[in-house]
T-cell receptor, first 114, second 111 residues
Framework: AQSVTQPDIHITVSEGASLELRCNYS??????LFWYVQSPGQGLQLLLK??????LVQGIKGFEAEFKRSQSSFNLRKPSVHWSDAAEYFC????????????FGKGTKLSVKP | ETGVTQSPTHLIKTRGQQVTLRCSSQ?????VSWYQQALGQGPQFIFQ???????GRGNFPPRFSGLQFPNYSSELNVNALELDDSALYLC??????????FGPGTRLTVL
């Protein structure tokens, strides 16, 4: 079955520290891969996406993610976290021509300590 | 460029009632999809519309239905509301199967 796993429900990091949020997926072929961020009570903002090509993807707000086919992973990273990065982060997968069906993980809540 | 907008922001209904949620696509996008996000969960795919036709559906009962209009805006209708329908409903627009851009959502509470 197709699925997305975000193993960390809640992560706390200090401001200025580096961040890595994990995402593993189970899918029949190489999917499209996405990371979204959601602030409390808000919709989802697209941070970055991977369709094909270079496996290291740069996104907005200084985030990047690396697609590792052998590990079925698409981990999100940021070298230095800002207090404004506190939010919930969702990894999602979809297939080309998937007719809209993005499959989301359950999310990782990020807290930032001053 | 206008982003995805949704209305209303919040809505309170009682069990058995019907509700209509609205979504305006981002300019230039021809595809709209709807997601339900229960509290503490990731969004779940309801269905997608492409050029006014439903072309994909998730595991939701027929009382969840929708429309897409010639200007690519969309409606989500839910009949016979149940308590478990309480959730944040998110609309996303895209150009075909590319990146989906989400609206701010409609928070539905069913009492």
């Amino acid at each position: 079955a197709q699925s997305v796993t975000q193993p960390d429900i809640h992560i706390t990091v200090s401001e200025g520290a580096s961040l890595e949020l994990r995402c593993n997926y189970s899918y029949g072929a190489t999917p499209y891969l996405f990371w979204y961020v959601q602030s409390p009570g808000q919709g989802l903002q697209l941070l970055l996406k991977y369709f094909s090509g270079d496996t290291l993807v740069q996104g907005i707000k200084g985030f990047e993610a690396e697609f590792k086919r052998s590990q079925s992973s698409f981990n999100l990273r940021k070298p230095s976290v800002h207090w404004s990065d506190a939010a919930e982060y969702f990894c999602a997968v979809g297939a080309p021509g998937s007719q809209g069906n993005l499959i989301f993980g359950k999310g990782t809540k990020l807290s930032v300590k001053p | 460029e206008t982003g995805v907008t949704q209305s209303p922001t919040h809505l309170i209904k009682t069990r058995g009632q019907q509700v209509t949620l609205r979504c305006s696509s981002q300019s230039g996008h021809n595809t709209v999809s709807w997601y339900q996000q229960a509290l503490g969960q990731g969004p779940q795919f309801i269905f997608q519309y492409y050029r006014e036709e439903e072309n994909g559906r998730g595991n939701f009962p027929p009382r969840f239905s929708g429309l897409q209009f010639p200007n690519y805006s969309s409606e989500l209708n839910v009949n016979a509301l149940e308590l478990d329908d309480s959730a944040l409903y998110l609309c996303a627009s895209s150009q075909s199967d590319r990146a989906r851009f989400f609206g701010p959502g409609t928070r539905l509470t069913v009492l």
